[in-house]
């Protein structure tokens, strides 16, 4: 369409140029080619303008093709991470209330055996009271007996006896038959106890002072009663210091099971708390990427749409571009032959010749 504008202007112009002598086609012909090289210089710039939209095209559709690339392995990877944290979460929320368990357990077995142990030694200190007291009577009394062979000190003694501790020497010896009666059955003769419990009621100091035999039997009982109680004792003590050893180790040992137990919770669950958090935020890294992957590649899909459409108009432009310059070229070749100025020459004859005849009608009278 503007090329056949410009064949059509200058057509006309040529007309108008041709009926004035002093207006040579010369300057038509210069017109023309300035409007040459104007379209030419338009089809550089415009060429310079596609290159340089091209280059952008390029760059940035390879940069999106790269981020796309790398967001599609990086949703990939955060995928697997997030698999790996959610796994490691549920195991450590596994794991930590069962320490918490074995903990928990451990403590209930150090507060049954130290609640045993307050039993354990309570019962001793009693036992070990309760044998020592024992102990002193049957001492006290083995003593007095063991004297009856000296006739006048163990009446000097009997005397004291009888006047400030007989009384109660034998109430204590009474009461030892009685509260030890089941011991003393598994190692003593019914026989052997009568004659104890016989004498602690009613001692006879003149008839052991006399009688011989029966002041060796008692004195013998007693003496055999005294070292039962110290073998017991003894025995007793021995059982309390090995109850007391065992209580150490055992407490030594849960309670390093319960620090080691409550170590590893702590960690553990300094590990969970680690672990969620990372997870929440490969969460939030897979839900941004995901969001950028989409931008990406909407972008990237404009993006081609926008240079493929820019190419197609640069095609247009130049095809429409080239028809323009090939027309006014075929006008300045025209204007520029033989036959334009035989037909410029004629024109202006014909155009002289109508501007004589109008001349000569207007002479014409009218009627």
């Not at 918490?100 to 451990?106: L, R, T």
């Not at 180790?249 to 958090?277: P, V, Y």
């Not at 070229?329 to 035989?342: G, P, R, V, Y």
Request: include cysteine; proline fraction near 2%.
């Amino acid at each position: 369409m503007r090329a056949s504008l410009l064949v059509l202007s200058l057509s006309l112009v040529s007309s108008s140029l041709v009926s004035l002598e002093n207006r040579p086609v010369s300057k038509v012909v210069n017109i023309l080619k300035e409007m040459v090289e104007q379209l030419e210089k338009e089809a550089k710039e415009d060429e310079d303008v596609y290159q340089q939209m091209g280059c952008w095209c390029t760059t940035n559709e390879d940069e999106k093709t790269q981020a796309i690339a790398n967001g599609e392995s990086s949703i990939n990877e955060l995928t697997a991470k997030i698999e790996e944290l959610t796994a490691n979460s549920a195991r450590l929320n596994t794991e930590i209330p069962n320490l918490g368990k074995e903990v928990a357990k451990n403590e209930e077995a150090m507060d049954s055996a130290t609640a045993l142990r307050k039993k354990q030694l309570a019962e001793f200190n009693a036992e070990e009271k309760d044998m020592l007291q024992t102990l002193t009577s049957l001492k006290g009394a083995v003593t007095a007996l063991s004297k009856h062979h000296e006739a006048a000190a163990f009446l000097q003694t009997s005397e004291t006896l009888h006047e400030m501790e007989v009384a109660s020497m034998m109430a204590s010896l009474q009461s030892m038959l009685h509260r030890h009666e089941h011991i003393l059955a598994e190692k003593f003769t019914p026989k052997q106890l009568k004659v104890v419990s016989l004498f602690a009621a009613s001692p006879d100091i003149a008839l052991l002072q006399t009688n011989a035999p029966a002041s060796g039997e008692i004195f013998g009982i007693l003496k055999a009663m005294k070292e039962e109680f110290e073998t017991n004792l003894a025995s007793s003590q021995k059982e309390e210091k090995e109850n007391l050893n065992g209580y150490e180790e055992l407490k030594a040992a849960k309670t390093d099971e319960i620090a080691a137990g409550q170590e590893m919770i702590n960690t553990k669950s300094e590990e969970l708390a680690d672990t969620d958090e990372k997870n929440e935020q490969a969460k939030q890294d897979l839900e941004n990427t995901r969001a950028t992957l989409e931008a990406d590649t909407k972008f990237l899909a404009e993006l081609k749409e926008t240079c493929r459409n820019a190419d197609q108009e640069y095609e247009e432009r130049s095809k429409t571009r080239q028809m323009e310059i090939g027309a006014v070229s075929k006008a300045l070749s025209f204007l520029n032959s033989d036959e334009a100025h035989a037909l410029f020459a004629k024109s202006l004859s014909f155009l002289q010749m109508s501007s004589q005849l109008r001349s000569a009608a207007q002479l014409l009278p009218k009627f």
